[in-house]
C-alpha cells in the first residue's frame, strides 16, 4: 500500500443530548492536521475516507461509535486505592482532582484516566476513550495529498533517529554507522531504526 502524507482542515462534530450536531475540536488551515497514511496514527476509517480526495476538495463523513473509539464501557470505571496517589507520605491533591486526565500505569503501557470521584479511601477513575461512545462526524478540506518520502516515513516510524535517510548515526546511539551496504533498503538509516 502507498503511504501518502496527507495534510487536512476539520471540524469535529458530536451529537448532543437532542441530536444535534455541536464542534468539539478544529484543526484550522493554520495548523492543519497532518499525518501518514498506513501508519495507525488516524483511524481506519478517517484514513479510508480522506486517502482519495483531492487538495482543494471538501469532505464529510461520519465515524460510528464502534469503528472510532468503541462504545463507552461502565466496567472501565473502576475505583484505585488512594494509596496509590501517595506522593512524599500525602495524596497528591495537587494533581489528582475530579476532572484531571491523569496518567496511569499497568507496568506494560502507560494510558490516560479521568479522575470521576475521590473519597476517604478510593479514587474513581475513568479508563474509557473521552470519545468512547461517541459518532464521529469530520468536515473539513484536503490541503495537501501526495505520496510520503522515505524521510517523512521514517521521521514518524523512527522518531529517535534523527538521521534517518542518510548522514551520521548520531541520533540512533548505533556504533555500526549507516553503511547502506550493511543495512540494505533502509536508505542509509541506522540498523537500530
Known amino acids: 500500500m502507498e503511504r501518502k502524507y496527507i495534510s487536512l482542515s476539520y471540524d469535529l462534530m458530536l451529537k448532543d443530548d437532542e441530536g444535534k450536531l455541536y464542534k468539539y475540536e ?3 488551515r493554520e495548523r492543519p492536521f497532518k499525518f501518514i497514511t498506513g501508519i495507525g496514527y488516524a483511524l481506519d476509517l478517517f484514513e479510508e475516507n480522506v486517502i ?4 482543494g476538495d471538501k469532505f464529510e463523513f461520519s465515524i460510528p461509535a464502534a469503528k472510532a473509539y468503541g462504545e463507552y464501557d461502565e466496567e472501565n470505571v473502576v475505583d484505585l486505592d488512594k494509596k496509590i496517589f501517595m506522593r512524599d507520605g500525602k495524596f497528591d491533591s495537587e494533581y489528582v482532582t475530579v476532572g484531571a486526565v491523569i496518567p496511569l500505569s499497568d507496568g506494560e503501557q502507560t494510558f490516560n484516566a ?7 479511601d478510593k479514587v474513581t477513575v475513568d479508563l474509557n476513550h473521552p470519545l468512547a461512545g461517541e459518532e464521529l462526524t469530520f468536515r473539513g478540506v484536503i490541503i495537501e495529498s501526495r505520496p510520503a518520502t522515505d524521510k517523512e516515513i521514517n521521521e514518524v516510524l523512527y522518531p529517535g533517529c534523527a538521521s534517518c535517510g542518510g548522514g551520521d548515526c548520531s541520533g540512533c546511539g548505533d556504533s555500526n554507522g549507516c553503511d547502506d551496504d550493511d543495512n540494505p533498503g533502509n536508505g542509509g538509516c541506522c540498523s537500530s531504526c
Open 114 to 120: 479521568v479522575v470521576k470521584d475521590i473519597d476517604k
Open 26 to 28: 478544529s484543526a484550522p
Open 52 to 55: 482519495n480526495v483531492a487538495p
